[in-house]
């Protein structure tokens, strides 16, 4: 599951739920786009715990991903999400192929929080916030929340949240690669996905909403 997709998604569905259900379950893709990004780390933990053999592990979530992505092709759903998931998993497989490391299967995923981590520090250091510029181009509002000096902050603030967030990631997976754990890293990489990616997204979407609550009633003054 994309970072960038659930707070664009969040962000177009800041005036309420859609299709009845609630913004945050759409944001996390419903039940196939929860399934989807839970399943594959979750059989890789429980192959490789009862079989001790990481390259099964990797070709069963490697498996799980096509058989996903077929799926969506399939039934004609929306399948960049998947493929883009699908080809993370690929390039995972293939690096500890080339290199013979069974713990090279989760470099991309640390390359990945490393990178949007750099990336949304940067943006509160030059004064644009990612989650602000995602949103205001999401809701068609430009950057007119830029001229509101507290919405700015809020919005450095939360995406100081999702730097944490990364970081965390980060600090706790690449240690762990560095001694060669495998069933730590895949564990780490299970916790720290949708447990800790839920509560960080729905804080954002709590925060923000806020925001437009009160930007509503200003209006109507």
Request: aromatic fraction near 10%; glycine fraction near 10%; hydrophobic fraction near 50%.
């Amino acid at each position: 599951m994309s970072d960038n997709n659930g707070i664009a998604g969040l962000a177009s569905q800041l005036g309420g739920s859609s299709n009845g259900k609630h913004p945050l379950w759409n944001a996390m893709g419903g039940a196939l786009g929860i399934v989807e990004t839970v399943l594959p780390g979750l059989l890789f933990v429980a192959v490789f715990t009862l079989t001790l053999d990481p390259w099964l592990a990797i070709w069963i979530s490697v498996a799980i991903s096509v058989m996903f992505t077929l799926y969506r092709l399939i039934r004609r759903q929306a399948a960049t999400q998947a493929l883009v998931g699908l080809l993370g998993v690929v390039i995972s497989a293939v690096l500890a192929l080339m290199s013979n490391k069974p713990e090279d299967n989760f470099v991309v995923g640390m390359v990945t929080n490393g990178v949007y981590g750099f990336v949304f520090l940067v943006s509160i250091l030059v004064g644009w916030p990612l989650i602000g510029v995602v949103i205001g181009l999401v809701r068609s509002e430009g950057t007119s929340w830029r001229q509101n000096r507290h919405h700015k902050r809020v919005y450095m603030g939360v995406t100081a949240l999702w730097v944490g967030m990364f970081t965390l990631r980060l600090a706790i997976e690449f240690p762990l690669y560095l001694a060669g754990n495998i069933a730590g890293l895949a564990t780490a990489k299970l916790v720290l996905g949708l447990p800790l990616y839920v509560p960080v997204l729905a804080l954002t979407w709590l925060i923000v909403r806020s925001l437009y609550r009160e930007k509503s009633s200003n209006s109507q003054k």
